[in-house]
């Protein structure tokens, strides 16, 4: 495989110093300027790893010339202010700022990206040494005066420049040769040898697990810096490569998952619910509209669409089009509300893509060998702290994109990771049993995965088991996901919902656990509740009564439950519902647009079927038309439809009219 080399670009963390201009200054305080750049040059450390000779080069360069500026502003004279002193002030400047840009950004860049641009960069490092050396040719030394020792100084800096050339270390032209005949023996389904990736990985600073991450992460934000889709799909090449080279010599940290726990934990309860994609949970990347105006994450619903869905995740209503609508005004939210956090954005991937980007042979194959490896490391009856390990990887591994999910459950994962969500493994392993369960979450997003899933023997019941008693909060939201992703499938979806033990353990989770664990049990009991004979099961089980003790704390995911309820539940949820019409009458008042155009349509349904009892509850509630008022002028298009009806009820039972004759909304 080759890499192609592409013009290296300057982090977007500082402004291109392309388009930098020195400050305007005048007279000795140019030469300040000159002083204090050439001065924090001679600071940086030189480039350890890569690039080591060409960064020492300009750093003692920079060093002399500190001396000259120096010198000048010791000894002032009146001739700094002719115009052609101070242009070559300027330029020198100029030229300063571009080598500290190229240092700073070699210094924090990913240390394989570079190797791959090594050559790029060392005809950087020198064409800004040849723009040194033509300022100090044109260097005004009838116009300034200046020692002997210092004029000879200058001249010997600029001797110097003149006479580099473009340098490349052949130790790293040697490294570079090795990244890509370890990528081409990769591309090719061989497996590189071990001994070789240890040495490439460690002479560039990669030694150790955290190391490797970091490299990984930095890697990915490579990626955004890169307008070329070559370059990207390069930059996709080398992140298998290190995430290989982590897995076969470093293995795992188990200080490293506490920290990613935590993080993840931080995050979960920071993280907006308008900002959640309904289906996955996760946070929004790519937010897109559909016909029925809700908001979804384009990769989760176009899995929906592509699965044979038609209708609404959230609403269950018929979709009247699959056009996605991209919701900037969210995005742009959401990825304010990253920064702010400083969590990176662009970090999702497709189904055959990485960070948008169209995956390679090498790192499809990469993938496929670091599963390889890592279950074939479960398989071989590792100690409780390497399985934790292994597993944290599988699981890591499994969120990056649907290669690698398709991967994992290809080398035979799925048996294996059944064996840790037994509660008895959650109660000594807590760990463990999270990210076992995680995994399968993860690997089930991908459609063909579920059925893998389903008809492995156990898995099933393992992730019940999670649900109804699993050691951690997070370990039964994320089988309670687990549940709503496999009942994305209409056939699952009934097997599910004849399961008392899902229900019940869906609806305790609702009614127990923390806020993000009630949303996780919510969306699955709502995809539950698309099948009418399941809806039965769940009214019987209690989850009206339920969905009336959260409405305070989750009103979006709770009034679109009960409006499914009670559109498939019949008398029996019409009569359980009773009691939550204040609640929903509260929404109207003060909820989301879309909450309240779930329970304007609930309260026409409650109405309809429930007849005059019903319609007497909600004439109670003080300035209800008014409120039904304001939907109907700033609601939804269907929120202020409902609110047309919901308003013509109330009449008609005013004026002792009978309600059956109401027209459907």
Known sequence: MAVSPQVFPLRKRRPSAGSFMPPKLADMNLVQSLLSLSQEISSLKPLQCLLKRNSLSVINKSKLLSILFEELLRNPVSSFSSPSTILCFEEMYIVLHKVKTLMEDCSNGTKMWLLMQIQVLANSFHELTLELSTLLDIFPFKEVELSQDIEELVVLVRKQCSQSKPLVDPRDEFLRREVLAMLDRIEKEIVPDHLKIKKVVVDLGLRDNSSCREEIEALQEEIQNQNDERSKSDIVSLIGLVRYANCVLFGSSTTRQ???????????????????????????????????????????????????????????????????????ALRNLIALWCREQGIPFETVGSNVKFNGVKATKAAFEATKMTVSFLVNKLSGSPSMEATTGVVYELRALSKTDSDSRACIAEAGAIPILVRYLGSGVGSQHPNLQVNAVTTILNISLLEVNKTRIMETDGALNGVIEVLRSGATWEAKGNAAATIFSLSGVHAYRKSLGRKKRVIKGLIDLVKDGPTNSQRDALVAILNLAGDRETVGRL??????????????????????LLEATVRRGGLAAIAAAFNAIRKLGAILREGSNNARE???????MICRKGGSEVVVELAKIPGIERVIWGVMGSGTMRGRRKAGSLLRILRRWAAGLDLDTILPA
């Open 539 to 560: 009214v019987e089980g209690g989850v009206i009564e339920m969905v009336s003790g959260v409405i305070d704390e989750l009103p979006e995911e709770a009034v679109a």
């Open 258 to 328: 506490s920290v990613h726990r935590r993080r993840k934990s931080m995050s979960d309860l920071t993280i907006p619910a308008d900002f959640r994609c309904p289906i996955s949970l996760e946070l929004m990347r790519d937010p897109v509209i559909v016909a029925t105006g809700q908001t979804y994450d384009r990769e989760s619903i176009n899995h929906w669409i592509e699965s044979g869905h038609s209708t609404c995740p959230k609403t269950g209503q018929t979709l009247t089009h699959n056009n996605l609508i991209p919701n900037r």
């Open 598 to 604: 779930s329970a304007a349509a609930t309260l026409v």
